[in-house]
């Protein structure tokens, strides 16, 4: 079945530095997308690609980056680590077209000391 | 822009009871509607969607939704609540016009009592 991943599912790192999370889906999907999840405020969306090469800053892109070099992957980058990006994050993806639902992976929770 | 409220941030109901979850939108044209369900330490899953066509539509779990333009909502109901329906529940949004990311409301924390 297809399906999309993301690892690690729990990471602590210190403040400052650079964080990779790995996201990965089996759909053939063009369409991914990186939300970060915080109590009171719901989903909120990161970096987004509608294929490969191409990336999109979201509503809280600052100090987060992404790239698309296939269609399975779209890893996250925290440049610099800080406390106020301890979160749950989530990645998604989805078929072109406004019509079509988002799948989500597991998420990763995220820990700045 | 495109934008989701849901007004209440925890919804209890009695097991057997009917439940109802809203969810106002707004967007600058017609409105593509999904529903999702995230349960402890899991990712979102999907219930339902309104694109089109019907307004109340049938969904995952005995879920259904009622699509109101006049109201702009789009409210989550069930006829008969069950304790294994407690989770968050979040609304989202997109217009038609082109290929742009959902927007999610802030969540509904829904619990269910025996």
């Known amino acids: 079945d297809a399906e999309i991943t993301q690892s690690p599912r729990h990471k602590i790192t210190e403040t400052g530095r650079q964080v990779t999370l790995a996201c990965h889906q089996t759909?053939?999907?063009?369409?991914m997308f990186w939300y970060r999840q915080d109590l009171g405020h719901g989903l909120r969306l990161i970096h987004y690609s509608y294929g490969v090469h191409d990336t999109n800053k979201g509503e809280v892109s600052d100090g987060y980056s992404v790239s698309r070099s296939n269609t399975e992957d779209l890893p996250l980058t925290l440049e610099s680590a800080a406390s106020s990006q301890t979160s749950v994050y989530f990645c998604?993806?989805?078929?072109?077209?406004?019509?079509?639902?988002?799948?989500f992976g597991p998420g990763t929770r995220l820990t700045v000391t | 822009a495109q934008s989701v409220a849901q007004p209440e941030d925890q919804v209890n109901v009695a097991e057997g009871n009917p439940l109802t979850v809203k969810c106002t939108y707004s967007v600058s044209g017609n409105p593509y509607l999904f529903w999702y369900v995230q349960y402890p330490n899991r990712g979102l899953q999907f219930l339902l969607k309104y694109i089109t066509g019907d307004n109340l539509v049938k969904g995952s779990y005995g879920f259904e939704a009622e699509f109101n333009k006049s109201q702009t909502s789009f409210h989550l109901k069930k006829p008969s609540a069950l304790v294994s329906d407690s989770a968050l529940y979040f609304c989202?949004?997109?217009?038609?016009?082109?290929?742009?990311?959902?927007?999610f409301g802030k969540g509904t924390r829904l619990s269910v009592i025996a």
């Open positions: 989202a949004v997109r217009d038609n016009s082109g290929n742009t990311p959902l927007v």
């Open positions: 998604a993806s989805s078929e072109p077209g406004p019509q079509y639902e988002q799948y």
């Open positions: 759909w053939n999907h063009n369409n």
